[in-house]
């Protein structure tokens, strides 16, 4: 059965980068067909897509975000990561990594949807 | 302000039918793709509950279905019971900008 779980810190600094990784056990993170994302959710608040990475590195990261955000992909150590740099306040929420399948037309990666899901990780920004 | 606009809230009794809308636009929904809903419960992370526009995931009740039309989709949800009171989300694809995948504001759907 496929796990996801979030880890890093939960407290971050204004003007610093917050850096999280997304540990995937029970499946390989270098298996075809599969995109790895990250999505966040303000308190109180909706779900906001960060962006999406391939087992190959390519990735799609939302406009709004795109000049701050970097995620990467750890093959040997079945992990993805996310950097998200100049953090404020705004950008406290809880952040879940998940695991995009499709069912058809799977050339086409806006097929793509969250199939599995990791339980979130808090992070605060504040001094 | 979400590209797809759903409603804040939705309520009904034990047993009852509710659906939950999912409005978008020519970019989005109205362009062809597909439409996916999910389900959070209170305190928990989200799971998937349609995917495709209509299709349920082994281990989802077939009392949820999901429909799409146009540039619009739906949810619906019969014989409402108690566990079904969260927080539901559709989620879809937009070509515009450079291209992103878009959430709802999500709804409360409250079993009275």
């Known amino acids: 059965q496929l796990q996801l779980q979030e880890s890093g810190p939960g407290l971050v600094k204004p003007s610093e980068t917050l850096s999280l990784t997304c540990t995937v056990s029970g499946g390989s993170i270098s298996s075809r067909g599969y995109y790895w994302g990250w999505i966040r959710q303000p308190p109180g608040k909706g779900l906001e897509w960060i962006g999406n990475?391939?087992?190959?590195?390519?990735?799609y990261y939302n406009p709004s975000l795109k000049s701050r955000v970097t995620i990467s992909v750890d093959t040997s150590m079945n992990q993805f990561s996310l950097k998200l740099s100049s953090v404020t306040a705004a950008d406290t929420a809880v952040y879940y990594c998940?695991?995009?399948?499709?069912?058809?037309?799977?050339?086409?990666?806006?097929?793509?949807?969250?199939?599995?899901w990791g339980k979130g990780t808090t992070v605060t920004v504040s001094s | 302000q979400s590209v797809l606009t759903q409603p804040p809230s939705v309520s009904g009794a034990p047993g009852q039918r509710v659906t939950i809308s999912c409005t978008g636009s020519?970019?989005?929904?109205?362009?062809?793709?597909?439409v996916h809903w999910y389900q959070q419960l209170p305190g928990t992370a989200p799971k998937l509950l349609i995917s495709g526009n209509s299709n349920r995931p082994s281990g989802v009740p077939d009392r949820f279905s999901g429909s799409k039309s146009g540039t619009s989709a739906s949810l619906a949800i019969t014989g409402l019971q108690a566990e079904d009171e969260a927080d539901y989300y559709c989620?879809?694809?937009?070509?515009?900008?450079?291209?992103?995948?878009?959430f709802g504001g999500g709804t409360k759907l409250t079993v009275l």
């Open positions: 020519s970019s989005n929904i109205g362009a062809g793709y597909d």
């Open positions: 989620q879809s694809y937009d070509s515009s900008l450079s291209g992103y995948w878009v």
């Open positions: 990475i391939y087992y190959s590195g390519s990735a």
């Open positions: 998940a695991r995009l399948g499709c069912s058809t037309s799977c050339y086409f990666y806006y097929y793509y949807y969250m199939d599995v």
